[in-house]
């Protein structure tokens, strides 16, 4: 009978440890828990969002309290008190940027980097918008002769996606243009500090994937830029005269492809070409396709904590991904590492893919960069 008793104990001493070696598993392998939303109410106070986007309050144009609240893939204005008159500055520029401004440079960045030695800027945004306020939803691309990352530089281009209300860009009309296959009215002038170009939509933009050189090079045709100058920064956000809250950017990303042949300046590292490599490959059928992706880490020194940021042209959709935690799964997209493959060797590998959906012709995404370093593509 004691026998049977030990027999009986050891049976259900096993049991327990099994149930708890079950628990712990599903502990380890469980999806890591969501980055908490950050306020911000300070009126140029900032965080970083995927450990290479800066997201700043920047609100300059009223003492009313101002705070927005930043996400995993942009921001929204949580409060926006205050108003100014519609026929003056706008109360503030509440904004996610890559690059450097007043100093501030976004992690990794390779900008300010010299226009000539850009192939090409591919981009991504996404806005919400609400009714009962006067605003812009601007995307802001900076240029100056030097390579400053500090100050007011020399040529502001904005995209103005939408307006709501009597407002208006700096300047006058000069006339209209196709630029990226859209078309828009062109505004020029000076607002005191530094000149204006802004490109106005005739309708609403929600959403748009688009080349920033496509804009840079209107600039330098118009004689506002030259290509020895530099792209300093590049910003999307709002400009609101009234009220505001609610207003979001929903996604955001940014890629500056360099020749390598130009330093990136005192934000980042060189944006060579050669730091990191992606493979993609895809499987399409009518509809669906799968991607699989391998990222190559050329440079000298391990990436730890990898991010791949991209762009999924439009109509495409995750539907399930596997090896990676993908913070999207449209429009703008950045592919992180895991607990089991957070770090990528130098010389080292990483792999990982994913399946989704598609409308109309299937493309592949333009660029690709690893926290915040633009790749090549095999």
């Not at 860009?169 to 078309?183: E, K, L, M």
């Not at 000076?190 to 939509?201: R, Y």
Request: contains cysteine; hydrophobic residues 35%; negative net charge.
């Amino acid at each position: 009978m004691q026998q049977l008793k030990q027999t009986g104990r050891a049976q259900a001493l096993f049991g327990t440890l099994l149930t708890s070696l079950v628990a712990l598993a599903a502990l380890l392998t469980a999806a890591p828990p969501s980055h908490a939303d950050t306020t911000i109410c300070e009126p140029f106070g900032t965080t970083t969002i995927q450990g290479r986007y800066v997201v700043q309050n920047n609100r300059w144009g009223t003492s009313a309290t101002q705070c927005i609240t930043a996400t995993d893939s942009g921001f929204r204005i949580a409060q926006a008190d205050g108003s100014v008159p519609t026929n003056g500055a706008p109360k503030s520029y509440p904004s996610v940027y890559n690059g450097c401004h007043y100093t501030n440079c976004s992690p990794g960045t390779n900008l300010p980097a010299r226009l000539s030695s850009i192939a090409s800027a591919p981009t991504s945004i996404s806005y919400g918008y609400v009714g009962g306020a006067a605003y812009d939803a601007a995307y802001d691309i900076w240029l100056d002769p030097t390579p400053r990352t500090d100050g007011v530089n020399r040529t502001e281009i904005m995209v103005w996606f939408n307006h709501v209300g009597s407002v208006q860009p700096v300047g006058s009309q000069t006339g209209t243009t196709t630029v990226a296959g859209r078309s828009w009215q062109v505004w020029s002038g000076n607002n005191g500090s530094n000149d204006v170009l802004s490109f106005v939509a005739p309708s609403a933009i929600d959403s748009w994937n688009f080349d920033v050189m496509d804009f840079v090079r209107q600039a330098v045709s118009r004689g506002l830029a030259q290509d020895n100058w530099y792209l300093t920064s590049v910003q999307a956000g709002f400009e609101p005269w009234q009220n505001g809250a609610g207003l979001a950017v929903t996604s955001f990303s940014s890629t500056v492809n360099t020749d390598g042949s130009t330093p990136g300046g005192p934000g980042g590292g060189s944006g060579g070409s050669s730091a990191c490599k992606v493979a993609y490959g895809t499987n399409v059928w009518q509809g669906g396709f799968t991607a699989d992706v391998t990222v190559t880490n050329a440079g000298p020194s391990a990436v730890d904590g990898w991010k791949l940021a991209f762009t999924l042209p439009a109509g495409q959709k995750i539907t399930s991904a596997w090896n990676a935690d993908m913070s999207s799964s449209s429009g703008a997209v950045t592919a992180g590492g895991t607990a089991y493959n957070a770090s990528i060797a130098s010389g080292g590998q990483v792999s990982f893919g994913f399946q989704g959906t598609y409308d109309g012709t299937f493309t592949k995404p333009a660029g690709f960069s690893l926290n915040g370093t633009s790749c090549t593509t095999a």
